[in-house]
């Protein structure tokens, strides 16, 4: 064999392993915007490094398929809706209080389904994998309680609140928690996925509300 020959041969085979490579980078990368979704543009726009970004949702992967999640039973997410209506009929008469029940609620239905609940940003990094397209939700929601907390947040922040909070529960629960009632207030982000209608009125449900802030 020639030597130009071989030189051609080596070229080909670096071509063909190049492109290997490069395929296989832009699956992996398809992957990841497929199960992370907006999550995928926001950790790269963070991060500033397509490259390093990517390394953190591999190591997001990685965590999430080490926790233990279990699916709720027919009975837990029935106690979970019946818990959430009565945070919404209780938002009429303190919308404040109902945003704090909504926190505990959402963070206790976390955990039972088998996420850790420690630090917030952990939080939010271990629901990204499964939950990415609510995430924004529960970020909004919870910069919103933050400020209900400060005292700084109006009413109708604290029922866009709400909404925020009623989509990740929904999505965690796997179901509407309380069907829509046509109560359905236009809210910034209405049409998007995940979206969850406006919290209802006391009218709407006959049934006392519970104190779900224990």
Avoid: C
Wanted: hydrophobic share 35%; no cysteine.
């Amino acid at each position: 064999m020639s030597p130009t020959v071989t030189i051609v041969l080596i070229v080909v085979v670096l071509i063909v392993i190049a492109a290997v490579v490069y395929g296989i980078r832009v699956m992996r990368r398809k992957q990841l915007q497929n199960t992370f979704g907006p999550e995928y543009d926001r950790v790269v726009a963070d991060s500033g490094s397509r490259t390093e970004a990517e390394k953190e949702l591999r190591e997001r992967e990685k965590r999430h398929a080490s926790l233990e999640l279990k699916p709720l039973s027919a009975e837990a997410r029935a106690t979970y809706s019946a818990n959430w209506e009565e945070v919404q009929i209780q938002f009429v008469d303190n919308p404040e209080q109902a945003v704090t029940a909504a926190d505990d609620l959402v963070t206790r239905l976390i955990a039972d389904r088998g996420y850790p609940t420690g630090e917030y940003d952990e939080r939010l990094a271990d629901l990204s994998v499964e939950h990415a397209r609510t995430l924004e939700h529960y970020r909004q929601a919870h910069e919103i309680s933050q400020r209900n907390t400060a005292g700084e947040a109006d009413t109708e922040d604290l029922r866009q609140a709400l909404v925020h909070y009623r989509a990740l529960f929904a999505d965690l629960l796997g179901t509407d928690p309380v069907p829509s009632t046509g109560i359905n207030n236009s809210t910034p982000d209405s049409t998007s996925e995940g979206a969850a209608p406006a919290p209802r009125a006391a009218a709407d449900d006959e049934s006392p509300a519970r104190d779900t802030t224990r």
